[in-house]
């Protein structure tokens, strides 16, 4: 009889168990969930390994688990993706923004493979005047005619933007920068962009950054996995995987590994 008793006082207690381990479990996978969004960027930087075809951009964005796409209330545009660390970062950045009276928004984004092709190749052709010239027609030379596409436009297969990580802001014109509300917007980026992970990866050329391209004051990577994404690309690609594209066979001439992905600003290397 009291064995009896013993089994029903047990068979009482399971539902009680059964709900604490299940309260328990659902407590842990939230804490998981925050501690990822906390250590989100420690953890691309440490753990994280990134094939060749993700370094060169060939992904879709839109169905990459690690990528989110940009509420439009942080950009000028439909369908802009960025890594998840990366877009929480900059949301972060945005809201202090606000609060100083400054306005932030993500004009580009990630920009895969196939994306940066369409940019490239319509400069090649000429479809896309470059300095009001089209270089289909004036520059004959390949060699010549990369080189000037590549004083503000990426090969396919070495753009920053392929990673997820680089962010064009408010505008990719230059003289934007030189009006009173650029220049104040670019001040506040140089001193608060650093303390939310970013920073700008073109800066004016000199005696540390001696080619590359033109400085881009737009141009911010988010380094906690910028710079893992980087010594991956270093150690994976080559001018032999630059390829795929009109003029593509420049790559290896221009040395655009060396001269172009890795001459950027010292302090975002």
Known sequence: MKNLNSQKSVLALLPA???????????????????????????????QSFSSEYLLGKFIPASHPDFSIIPEQYSTKKDLFLRREVL????????????DGISLKIISATRNFSYQKKIWEKKWRGQTLVSGKNLAITVKNPVHRAKIIMKYSAMPGTSRHHWGTDIDINSVS?????????KKEYQWLVKHAATY??????????????????????????LPTARKLLQEYKTKITEKNISGFLGAETAKQLHVVENYVLAINSNCD
């Open 174 to 182: 230059p003289s934007y920068f030189e009006t009173q509300k650029g």
């Open 17 to 47: 168990i059964y709900f604490a381990f299940f309260s328990y479990a659902e407590k842990e996978k939230t804490f998981q969930k925050r501690a990822t969004r906390i250590i989100g960027s420690s953890y691309s930087q440490s753990s």
């Open 88 to 99: 929480d970062a900059f949301q972060q950045m945005h809201a202090k923004a606000a609060q």
């Open 197 to 222: 992970g970013f920073c700008q990866v073109y800066n004016e050329k000199g005696a540390s950054r001696s080619s590359g391209y033109e400085v881009e004051k737009w141009h911010w990577s988010y």
